[in-house]
Antibody, heavy 117, light 108 residues
């Protein structure tokens, strides 16, 4: 059974870059599916950030696109997100996820990132 | 429109039937999936595709679509069904994900 685990700093300063990694176990990233990030601001709903296909093609939320970079490291079986120029509005629980195109099959437990000086 | 719209809150008496709806143009082309979220937990998939339940999801959960509206129906709601429910589908291009704003379900 696939498991996803987010890792990264819990605190980031305004204007700096947020970097998160999702480690995948129980399934090889290079075998297929799509891999992505979703966030949830405190007390708010879910917001899709970006996804990367096993082909390397990346799709992202238009509202965040200019600040997003995603990458995959198949040798380590993990994928990563960087979000630049963060503000307090980027404070959220960040989930990594696997999707089959039609639906999101698996979620990580989430990691809280706070943007504050 | 590139949005999915849900009612913010719905309540249901214990044992009764409740329907949670999700509206959006993309639902004319793509099925919605539905996720249950409890405080402090990651979302849990409860319905996907035309009307499919993952293993372990009770059969009181069902899904349907009509036109631009997807519905999640809980037949005989239980206390443990209390929580937030989110719909999700592809946008009309098929490349991006959309989420509804979520519906808080209270089982009375």
């Amino acid at each position: 059974q696939v498991q996803l685990q987010e890792s990264g700093p819990g605190l980031v300063k305004p204007s700096e870059t947020l970097s998160l990694t999702c480690s995948v176990s129980g399934f090889s990233i290079s075998s297929g599916y799509h891999w992505g990030w979703i966030r949830q601001s405190p007390g708010k709903g879910l917001e899709w950030i970006a996804s990367i296909y096993h082909s390397g093609t990346t799709y992202s939320n238009p509202s965040l696109r200019s600040r997003i970079t995603m990458s995959v490291d198949t040798s380590k079986n993990h994928f990563s997100l960087t979000l630049s120029s963060v503000t307090a509005a980027d404070t959220a629980i960040y989930y990594c996820a696997r999707d089959s195109y039609d639906y999101i099959t698996s979620w990580g437990q989430g990691t809280l990132v706070t943007v504050s000086s | 429109s590139s949005e999915l719209t849900q009612d913010p809150a719905v309540s249901v008496a214990l044992g009764q039937t409740v329907r949670i709806t999700c509206q959006g143009d993309s639902l004319r082309s793509f099925y919605a999936s539905w996720y249950q979220q409890k405080p402090g937990q990651a979302p849990l998939l409860v319905i996907y595709g035309k009307n499919n339940r993952p293993s372990g999801i009770p059969d009181r959960f069902s899904g349907s679509t009509s036109g631009n509206t997807a519905s999640l129906t809980i037949t005989g709601a239980q206390a443990e069904d209390d929580g937030d429910y989110y719909c999700n589908s592809r946008d009309k291009s098929g490349n991006l994900w959309l989420f509804g704003g979520g519906t808080k379900l209270t089982v009375l």
